[in-house]
C-alpha cells in the first residue's frame, strides 16, 4: 500500500536526461532504490517568486537578499518533510556542514 500516489507528475532525475512524465508511488518514505533523495512537489500553475528584499541576518552584521517562491506544495529530505504548503516545517534532517570538517 502506498503512502503517497503522485499522478501525472513530472519527473527530473538529476541526471541530466529530458524530463518525463509519470505516477510516482512514496511507500514507507521510500521513493526510488538508492535513497537519499530530496522531493520538491510543484503546482506549475502557482510556481512564481516574490520581490527580493534585503536580509541583515548573517554573522558580523552581513546582508543577502530573500525572495519568497509560491507553488511548492512540498519539499522532502531524506524522507522527512521540511516544507508544506509553502510552509517549513519543523523537521531538520540532516547536520550543518562546517568548513574543514567531514
Do not use: C, H
Request: no cysteine; glycine share 16%; proline share 9%.
Amino acid at each position: 500500500m502506498l503512502g503517497w500516489l503522485i499522478e501525472g507528475g513530472t519527473v527530473v532525475d538529476g541526471t541530466g536526461a529530458p524530463p518525463f512524465a509519470a505516477d510516482v508511488g512514496i511507500r514507507d518514505r521510500r521513493i526510488a532504490p538508492g535513497l537519499r533523495a530530496d522531493l520538491n512537489l510543484i503546482d506549475p500553475v502557482r510556481l512564481s517568486v516574490g520581490p527580493p528584499r534585503l536580509v541583515r541576518d548573517l554573522p558580523a552584521g552581513g546582508k543577502r537578499f530573500l525572495q519568497k517562491g509560491e507553488g511548492y506544495l512540498g519539499t522532502w529530505v531524506a524522507g522527512r518533510r521540511v516544507v508544506r504548503d509553502n510552509l517549513v516545517t519543523d523537521e531538520r534532517p540532516g547536520r550543518p556542514v562546517r568548513f574543514g570538517t567531514r
